[in-house]
């Protein structure tokens, strides 16, 4: 009795220290008052405020064009990473394959962005391209480390998937590609959606890698937002925050439903 | 012949895009952080020289150049710290999460492991934020402990490590709680009833039994959080203040305010030397010993 007491406080502690701020945020956001701190009364202005605010919204655009396409980008690419390594035996130079694909989950972003603005900057003094930095160079950066994500996703699916199954296709007469596309992508699929999922999410969120490698034009929404709170606070930020935090909230239980469905 | 054709394209599409989108970079990164520094642009001169025969133009001044300086090795020093701490207080507050909820039952678990998560997939810039709006001067923590009575003038409780460490704990702990709880969930919890049926009290059984058997969910945890906060560089942005400088904060300054290109790529180049091999290394070390141990 005494232990299933000490068990629901602990429980009951860290899930109120994880959500108490985000509740926070959402509670400030509905403050009419312009300093953020200082209650004065529900208001929605905000959220109008929000919607009128063209910097942002554009930056929401661009931001979205970005994580979905690099998404797309990184999920085709990490899937081939997830069945090579799980069922292709011949790799050459296989320990460099694993360390290109899973180094850049450890890699600190800063460094990762340095890199990337560098080589850009490189190949336009060699090669005249990239012109300019912008929506270009930082959808490549993201796809670059996407990758490694959707890669790991994959990859302990494809550890996990009975093999028979695509055996038993071969010998039912289905040629290497036919298994590939009728029956080992289709079982795999919420895990590739998954995969997807997480993809775009980190892409939308990312502010540091984007940072190095944003130009003229491309003002991504962490990029905009970093600069209205970094000294201080923004009532508009808030209303904003409250609303990426309930989409994110829904993509991630959305994520949840797609990889847990395997395994049971 | 035909399946060949289709893994190679497998292989190498993936293995053509990672060499040069991140391969080749990291080694420009190496490439510059050996330049000569000068003024123009780029900041640097080339390590080939043409123009009177061959000639190799490199140097590792950069390099002495921060190694010889405190600013940047206390900054270093100031940010393996951070980590370090980081790390233990996830560890603290983790692991009593991820072992309660391994061992809750199968329908509450699923339900838990999703609320311990969700927080983690909305946005990490805001979540930063709501740290700052929670430790202003006349932020909600200050006014509680005001009402309270426990303090009688608000503390000024932002821009300072402590923030930073608070930030860094609060957005780091799922990475911390979802391999613990990958190794504690199978876990078998008849161990511990055997345990106490041998007469091992509460504290010994921790010790000798839930201890080493989540030790390989306690070493991922803790790199999973120890590497990215050591190059973290917006928490210490928004909730740190001037009384301690990060690797971070260093590394983005010698970018883009000194614009030492070399000087910031050897920063970068030692971060990888420091955190990313000892890394790679370990990895090969406790995936031996780990072999040896179970057989």
Redesign the interface.
């Known amino acids: 009795m005494k232990s299933s007491l000490i068990?629901s406080t602990?429980?009951f502690l860290?899930?109120f220290?994880?959500?108490?701020?985000?509740l926070?945020?959402i509670f400030?956001s509905f403050n009419e008052n312009k300093r953020?701190?200082?209650w004065k009364g529900f208001s929605l202005k905000w959220y109008n405020e929000l919607f009128n605010n063209e910097q942002i919204i554009e930056a929401f655009i661009i931001s979205i064009k970005i994580a979905a396409l690099s998404a797309t980008f990184a999920t085709i690419?990490?899937v081939?990473?997830g069945?090579?390594l799980v069922r292709?035996r011949?790799?050459?130079f296989k320990s460099f394959?694993i360390?290109?694909?899973s180094?850049?989950l450890?890699?600190?972003?800063?460094?990762l962005g340095?890199?990337?603005l560098?080589?850009f900057?490189?190949l336009n003094?060699i090669i005249g391209f990239p012109s300019s930095r912008g929506q270009l160079t930082i959808f490549?950066?993201h796809?670059?480390f996407c990758?490694a994500f959707v890669?790991i996703i994959i990859q302990a699916r494809l550890t996990d998937f009975n093999k028979n199954i695509e055996e038993a296709a071969m010998d039912l007469g289905y040629?290497?590609?036919k298994v590939?596309y009728k029956i080992t992508l289709p079982i795999i699929l919420p895990s590739i959606i998954a995969g997807w999922l997480l993809a775009f999410?980190i892409s939308?969120?990312d502010?540091?890698v984007a940072s190095f490698t944003t130009g003229p034009g491309a003002n991504t929404l962490?990029i905009v937002?970093?600069s209205k709170?970094?000294l201080g606070?923004s009532p508009e930020?808030?209303a904003?925050?409250a609303i990426?935090?309930f989409a994110?909230?829904i993509?991630?239980?959305f994520?949840?439903y797609c990889n847990?469905k395997f395994k049971h | 012949m035909?399946?060949k054709l289709?893994?190679k394209y497998?292989?190498f599409?993936?293995?053509f895009?990672?060499?040069l989108?991140?391969?080749?970079?990291?080694a420009?990164?190496f490439k510059?952080s050996i330049s000569v520094s000068e003024w123009g642009m780029?900041p640097y001169q080339d390590i080939f020289l043409f123009d009177n025969g061959f000639k190799i133009n490199t140097t590792f001044e950069n390099y002495v150049y921060i190694f010889s300086d405190y600013y940047y090795i206390g900054s270093f020093v100031n940010s393996l710290i951070l980590a370090l701490i980081s790390t233990f207080f996830c560890l603290l507050?983790g692991f009593?999460?991820a072992f309660?909820?391994a061992?809750?039952n199968i329908r509450l678990r699923?339900i838990?492991l999703?609320?311990?998560?969700?927080?983690?997939?909305?946005?990490?810039?805001?979540?930063v934020?709501?740290?700052?709006?929670?430790l202003?001067n006349?932020?909600?923590l200050n006014v509680i402990l005001l009402n309270l009575g426990i303090i009688s003038e608000p503390l000024q409780l932002l821009y300072n490590q402590y923030a930073v460490i608070m930030g860094i704990v609060?957005t780091y702990?799922?990475l911390m709680i979802l391999p613990l709880y990958g190794y504690l969930n199978k876990f078998d919890l008849n161990l511990i009833e055997a345990s106490k049926d041998l007469g091992l009290n509460r504290i010994k059984t921790f010790f000798k039994v839930i201890l080493p058997l989540s030790l390989p969910g306690i070493v991922a945890g803790s790199?999973?959080v120890f590497?990215?906060v050591?190059?973290?560089?917006?928490i210490p942005?928004?909730l740190g203040g001037s009384d301690r400088l990060y690797y971070?904060k260093i590394?983005?300054e010698e970018?883009f305010v000194n614009r030492n290109?070399p000087g910031?790529?050897a920063l970068?180049f030692s971060?990888?030397i420091i955190?990313?091999l000892p890394?790679?290394i370990f990895q090969i070390l406790y995936s031996r010993w780990s072999q040896k141990n179970e057989i």
């Open positions: 068990k602990v429980i860290g899930l220290f994880l959500y108490f701020p985000i926070v945020l400030y953020v701190m200082v690419l990490g081939m990473i069945y090579s292709i011949k790799i050459p394959y360390f290109l694909s180094t850049p450890v890699l600190p972003e800063l460094i340095l890199s990337m560098l080589f900057i490189s003094n490549i950066s796809v670059t990758i890669a040629n290497y590609t590939l999410t939308l969120d502010l540091v962490p937002v970093f709170v970094r606070l930020v808030n904003l925050s990426l935090m994110l909230i993509i991630g239980l994520y949840f847990k | 035909k399946n289709f893994e497998f292989v599409s993936p293995y895009w990672l060499v989108f991140f391969f080749i970079p990291l420009i990164i510059i780029p507050i009593p999460l309660y909820i061992t809750s699923n838990l999703v609320l311990v998560v969700i927080p983690f997939w909305s946005s990490f810039l805001l979540r934020y709501a740290w700052k709006i929670i202003q006349n932020g909600i609060y702990l799922p790199l999973l590497i990215p050591v190059g973290e560089f917006i942005e928004m971070g590394l983005w970018f290109w910031a790529s970068a971060g990888i955190l990313v890394i790679v």
